[in-house]
């Protein structure tokens, strides 16, 4: 079982969360992710943190384009596209399918819809 820190920095004696019926702290600790799914979760979440790769992946929330199309909405180079498009490929955020000599992006699945319209719901409260 899992160790868990103290939540203050208080001596034990005087924590004011003693009050409280601490009998749920180990069904907590055996709940916790194992600690490289968490990274690897703040690691996805990093990917959330670029404004550029946002504004990609709202452009393909209703449809898949390529890589010129999106670069001429944001106003931006094929080759800063690109390279975005990698990192948010990396991630599983994207995806891709070839249609003859084209490339068209689109999200990966509704998992990324979902985190995206939840984090704008969130913004707009």
């Known amino acids: 079982m899992k160790e ?9 004696d005087s924590c004011p969360g003693k009050h409280h019926d601490q009998t749920f702290l180990p069904a907590l600790a055996e709940g916790m992710p194992a600690d490289d799914r968490l990274y690897e979760l703040a690691d996805l979440y990093k ?9 990609i992946m709202y452009t393909l929330f209703e449809t ?13 180079s094929m080759s800063a596209i690109s390279h ?5 490929k990396q991630s599983k955020l994207v995806k891709f399918r070839k249609e003859g000599r084209s490339v068209l992006y689109s999200l990966a699945d509704d998992h990324v819809k979902t985190i995206l319209g939840q984090g704008m719901e969130h913004i707009l409260e």
């Open 4 to 12: 868990i820190a103290p939540i203050c920095n208080t001596k034990q």
């Open 47 to 55: 990917v959330f943190g670029d404004s550029t790769r946002i504004k």
């Open 64 to 76: 898949e384009l390529c890589v010129c199309d999106i670069a001429e909405l944001l106003g931006m």
């Open 84 to 88: 975005q498009l990698r990192v948010l």
